[in-house]
């Protein structure tokens, strides 16, 4: 990871911050553990990995109970496995309009969360991966 600025890294669990003394979960959970059962998901998670760093370059992978978080400098994404389909969650700082959106939420003044649900590898295309990218470079 490349970092530009200052970050805050936990003593306890070595993941970096932003902010000093950022509330989080120090706990891990295996990425294989997220994908037990979960076939769909998996091959659409291994499929959307490789796009991620084939189209965004590097990032890190950390893996909490709640779902898998893709890491640049924060947090711009993560995802969630089911079995028939993946959710992927990126933030940008601005709003954005398309049918493909299952839910936004306005998380801060220039924030906004997004959630998409992809059932099929043809869904990994430019435009998603256009926004997970802008995600990553969007504080």
Not at 49 to 58: N, T, W
Not at 73 to 91: E, G, N, Q, S
Not at 106 to 124: C, F, N, T, V, W
């Amino acid at each position: 990871m490349e970092e530009t600025k200052q970050t805050w890294t936990c003593p306890k669990c070595k993941r970096k911050f932003e902010k000093k003394g950022q509330t989080h979960s120090c706990a891990f959970y295996p990425v294989a553990k997220h994908l037990a059962g979960k076939e769909v998901g998996k091959k659409l998670y291994n499929a959307l990995i490789a796009k991620m760093k084939k189209e965004i370059g590097k990032f890190r992978v950390e893996s909490l109970p709640c779902c898998i978080h893709f890491v640049s400098t924060y947090t711009f994404a993560a995802v969630y496995a089911l079995r028939d389909k993946i959710r992927i969650h990126f933030t940008l700082d601005h709003k954005l309009e398309s049918p493909r959106i299952i839910r936004f939420s306005q998380i801060a003044a220039k924030r906004y969360m997004y959630s998409i649900d992809i059932k099929d590898e043809g869904e990994l295309d430019k435009e998603l991966l256009g926004w997970i990218k802008e995600a990553s470079k969007t504080k």
